[in-house]
């Protein structure tokens, strides 16, 4: 993927680099902000996405797309702060003035909340936001913001001290867990993926050290980075990182960095949870279990990626006008016979003219349930605002040729029977 506009930082505890953001190329010429993150691992010099929780309407603390912002490593926390975010009809803003808090350990976007403790004081002095700056970290806690553009250049310099319970100065031994009870409130408590809010004496204990509560502590989710890698050589390599001068992270201390690929759901869990049995019959939308068997492959190691990630399900492949069917523009292992796609919703007259049509293929093997027997199920194609083509080879064809069982181009939702060979 191309990008411009982004931030890179170096993260110590997986000695990886972090992208973040930036503008993107879209369709054609055209482009686009991004809020997409990658992750470089150094050592085995590999790519991989970070996936991170997204909702549809997400919260204030989840930033949007933006590009020419800054990112600073402090503590246990990505920080980002300001840039270009405008989106036409959806964030007319085009200078951001947040802060906001990635936790690298738990890979999730954090709360404001956790920053009441300081009161309004976090939030940034000037009426205007800024893009265009710079950024550093200053004593291992304070985060310095110079220069920029807000509708002019600007000089300034501004600098914020996170709180102790994020970042504590160069040199001090304090363990994030350890300062829980500096947060005094149950919102400022539960923002903090470190801790948890007792109920029963209200008071807020380290996450993993909270043995004098006589009730569950309350917490906030702590993934961990397992599922937010989304194939198997990102898992094992992203999911299995060692951290140097000891645990960092409440994350590290569950063990939530040591990943685990189970192939028949494609995805990627962390080793010691509950998650229960690889590839049950849960991981089949109908319910029965597969055609693996009564349990799946889990990968432990990235040398068996290459020869035990063959997820089931069928390929689907997209292809961009023109398509050339020999480099296909998307790739993805669907587990499902049916698929909706469109064009990539051009927003101007020219970018209308440049998409042209979409094509689309579907590849793979139909293995249908012993269970099924004699309940005369037929094998039906269906369509909608297409053209569609359904070509089958039977396992006992040596020569692999492909008959064509359907044809059909339909408006509004159509099916007919496939004509299988005699």
């Known amino acids: 993927m191309r990008v411009v506009a982004h931030t890179t930082v170096y993260h110590p505890h997986t000695h990886s680099l972090l992208v973040y953001g930036g503008v993107v190329a879209g369709v054609a010429r055209f482009s686009k902000l991004s809020d997409r993150m990658f992750s470089f691992q150094l050592g085995s010099k590999h790519w991989a996405e970070i996936h991170y929780p997204r909702a549809h309407l997400r919260d204030t603390y989840v930033p949007r797309e933006r590009a020419f912002h800054t990112s600073t490593v402090i503590g246990n926390y990505l920080v980002v702060f300001g840039g270009y975010s405008h989106r036409h009809n959806k964030e007319e803003i085009c200078y951001d003035n947040q802060m906001y808090l990635y936790h690298l350990g738990c890979q999730t976007w954090i709360s404001h909340d956790i920053l009441s403790t300081a009161g309004k004081d976090y939030r940034y002095p000037k009426q205007q936001g800024v893009f265009a700056h710079a950024a550093d970290v200053r004593n291992g806690n304070t985060l310095l913001i110079v220069g920029g553009y807000h509708g002019n250049v600007n000089s300034d310099l501004l600098a914020y001290t996170l709180p102790p319970m994020l970042a504590g100065r160069t040199g001090d031994s304090l363990e994030p867990e ?45 993934p961990g980075v397992c599922p937010a890698l989304g194939d198997c050589h990102s898992c094992l390599i992203h999911g ?105 919703n051009p927003t101007t007259r020219i970018e209308q003219a440049l998409v042209g049509g979409m094509t689309a293929r579907l590849l793979g093997f139909l293995r249908p349930p012993e269970s099924w027997g004699d309940t005369g199920e037929i094998l039906r194609m269906c369509a909608s605002h297409s053209s569609a083509l359904l070509r089958l080879a039977s396992t006992d064809n040596n020569n692999n040729n492909m008959d064509v069982v359907g044809n059909l181009t339909a408006e509004l939702s159509q099916c007919l029977p496939a004509r299988l060979p005699s």
């Open 178 to 222: 350890q300062i829980c009870g500096r947060h005094h409130s149950l919102m400022e408590c539960t923002a903090n993926p470190e801790c948890g809010w007792c109920s029963a004496d209200e008071i807020c204990y380290g996450r993993t050290v909270g043995i004098n509560c006589t009730t569950n502590l309350q917490t906030t989710r702590c």
């Open 240 to 344: 299995n990182t060692t951290t140097p001068g000891g645990a960092p992270s409440v994350a590290y201390k569950l063990r939530l960095g040591h990943c685990t690929w189970c192939v028949q759901n494609a995805r990627c869990h962390h080793r010691d949870d509950n998650y229960g049995v690889c590839g049950l019959r849960e991981d089949t939308p109908s319910q029965v279990p597969g055609w693996w068997g009564a349990k799946g492959t889990e990968v432990g190691a990235v040398e068996e990626c290459r020869v035990l990630d063959r997820r089931p399900g069928l390929t689907f492949l997209k292809y961009k006008h023109p398509a050339d069917l020999t480099h296909p523009d998307s790739v993805t292992i669907i587990n499902a016979t049916t698929v909706d796609f469109s064009l990539l």
